[in-house]
């Protein structure tokens, strides 16, 4: 479909269904179907591991967002990024992961994939050159990159790490979550695989936990698919469902995200209880050109230091009312947290550590004035 944005995420594979005209897709809550004769599976469903009506709705408006032949929705983040790491890898690979990232993501690469013979290299995505002298010629499969970064909103030069990656016959994957696909399209700046965890913004509600990839290259993405069956990490019908209604929504959800970011972000930088802020709309972040250059806004995510250390921090998160004491993000409503303690604590004693001075904020689309307000009484 040659369509925008927002229509082709309220379109895309969600065409009426053919018996009834439903205008939603229904959720096909069933394991297996009914076969015309032996080998004869109706529209080619035979059990859901394999396919489902309402999965494939949510794949292929997830591959017409991103703008890549196959997409691929799984039971989280981490399930889509564990069937790509073991679909395009062996053992006695090597990946470059960013010195800055999900602690989860982090924690699948040390302690899972590690055991399982994959070397990996934390570097420091937002430096090329760093990236470059991490990669092993001949044995770097992967460079893998979150932008913006998680927590530290760091940002990665998509157009120059895919020509980095390429150039050492390695695929660029980049973790599109902080961004979604409204603000950023890895994939038309040369990324090879996207990944979601689209239990965040993509979802919107957090009401749910899912996780996608999508392919540029359709030979990838039916290697990726078969790795999906065959490891079977799906996502269920009513998690599609509920995914697919928050997608339809999300290019106005993200623009207010922005809205309100700017402003908070405006607010915190600057202010006597508040360290340094880090988010790349502001025109003092080192990747704020990058950022611009590449994404249609900023997006929803803040972290900054607490001006009164790690205790500081800590009693920030413990007195916000408004923002929800809570890890995740993405979701309409807006939630703090420490990551030191909270998300990131599977860091801890890594070189992905993180300070404990900081507190990350995901800005939902309430009344700014009201955030603003939260966030003057908890800053004490
Ligand atoms: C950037 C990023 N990638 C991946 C994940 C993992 O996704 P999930 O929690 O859906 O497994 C997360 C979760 O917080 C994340 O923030």
Same mark, same amino acid.
């Given at each position: 479909?040659?369509?925008?944005?927002?229509?082709?995420?309220?379109?895309?594979?969600?065409d009426?269904?053919?018996?009834?005209?439903?205008?939603?897709?229904?959720?096909?809550?069933?394991?297996?179907?009914?076969?015309?004769?032996?080998?004869?599976?109706? @529209?080619?469903?035979?059990?859901?591991?394999?396919?489902?009506?309402?999965?494939?709705?949510?794949?292929?408006? @997830?591959?017409?967002?991103?703008?890549?032949?196959?997409?691929?929705?799984?039971?989280?983040?981490?399930?889509?990024?564990?069937?790509?790491?073991?679909?395009?890898?062996?053992?006695?690979?090597h990946?470059?992961?960013?010195?800055?990232?999900?602690?989860?993501?982090?924690?699948?690469?040390?302690?899972?994939?590690?055991?399982?013979?994959?070397?990996?290299?934390?570097?420091?995505?937002?430096?090329p050159?760093?990236?470059?002298?991490?990669?092993?010629?001949?044995?770097?499969?992967?460079v893998?990159v979150?932008t913006?970064?998680?927590?530290?909103?760091?940002?990665?030069?998509?157009?120059?790490?895919?020509?980095?990656?390429?150039?050492?016959?390695?695929?660029?994957?980049?973790?599109?979550?902080?961004?979604?696909?409204?603000?950023q399209?890895?994939?038309?700046?040369?990324?090879?695989?996207?990944?979601?965890?689209?239990?965040?913004?993509?979802?919107g509600?957090?009401?749910?936990?899912?996780?996608?990839?999508?392919?540029?290259d359709?030979?990838?993405?039916?290697?990726?698919?078969?790795h999906?069956?065959?490891?079977?990490?799906?996502?269920?019908?009513?998690?599609?469902?509920l995914?697919?209604?928050g997608?339809?929504?999300?290019?106005v959800?993200m623009?207010?995200?922005?809205?309100?970011?700017?402003?908070?972000?405006?607010?915190?930088?600057?202010?006597?209880?508040?360290?340094?802020?880090?988010?790349?709309?502001?025109?003092?972040?080192p990747?704020?050109?990058?950022?611009?250059?590449?994404?249609?806004?900023?997006?929803?995510?803040?972290?900054?230091?607490?001006?009164?250390?790690?205790?500081?921090?800590?009693?920030?998160?413990?007195?916000?009312?408004?923002?929800?004491?809570?890890?995740?993000?993405?979701?309409?409503?807006?939630?703090?947290?420490?990551?030191?303690?909270?998300?990131?604590?599977?860091?801890?004693?890594?070189?992905?550590?993180?300070?404990?001075? @900081?507190?990350?904020?995901?800005?939902?689309?309430?009344?700014?004035?009201?955030?603003?307000?939260?966030?003057?009484?908890?800053?004490?």
């Amino acid at each position: 479909m040659n369509h925008g944005f927002e229509t082709l995420a309220i379109h895309a594979g969600q065409d009426p269904e053919a018996r009834t005209g439903a205008v939603i897709p229904p959720i096909y809550q069933t394991s297996t179907y009914a076969q015309d004769a032996v080998g004869a599976p109706r @529209l080619g469903y035979e059990y859901s591991r394999s396919g489902n009506p309402t999965r494939d709705a949510l794949q292929e408006c @997830l591959a017409a967002l991103e703008g890549g032949p196959v997409g691929l929705a799984f039971a989280s983040g981490l399930a889509a990024e564990d069937t790509l790491l073991r679909t395009v890898c062996a053992p006695g690979d090597h990946v470059v992961i960013p010195d800055d990232a999900y602690g989860g993501t982090y924690r699948l690469f040390a302690k899972v994939a590690e055991r399982w013979g994959l070397a990996y290299t934390p570097a420091k995505v937002s430096d090329p050159d760093a990236v470059r002298a991490a990669i092993r010629p001949g044995v770097t499969k992967v460079v893998w990159v979150e932008t913006p970064t998680n927590p530290l909103l760091g940002i990665a030069d998509i157009a120059t790490l895919a020509a980095v990656a390429h150039d050492a016959g390695a695929l660029l994957v980049v973790d599109n979550t902080f961004a979604s696909p409204y603000l950023q399209q890895p994939i038309a700046l040369g990324a090879d695989v996207v990944v979601h965890s689209t239990t965040k913004y993509i979802g919107g509600h957090s009401d749910v936990v899912g996780g996608a990839l999508v392919a540029a290259d359709a030979a990838l993405g039916e290697q990726l698919r078969y790795h999906q069956n065959a490891m079977g990490a799906v996502n269920g019908p009513f998690d599609a469902w509920l995914t697919l209604r928050g997608i339809k929504t999300l290019g106005v959800r993200m623009d207010r995200h922005c809205d309100n970011a700017e402003r908070i972000a405006a607010y915190l930088d600057g202010h006597a209880k508040v360290g340094q802020v880090l988010y790349p709309g502001l025109p003092s972040h080192p990747g704020h050109e990058v950022a611009a250059k590449q994404m249609r806004r900023f997006g929803g995510m803040i972290s900054f230091r607490a001006a009164g250390g790690e205790d500081h921090a800590v009693e920030i998160c413990n007195r916000a009312k408004l923002f929800v004491l809570a890890e995740s993000l993405g979701g309409v409503e807006s939630l703090i947290e420490h990551p030191g303690r909270m998300t990131h604590a599977s860091a801890a004693g890594s070189p992905l550590e993180v300070p404990g001075d @900081l507190v990350r904020l995901s800005v939902g689309i309430e009344t700014v004035e009201d955030l603003l307000a939260d966030l003057e009484q908890a800053l004490g």
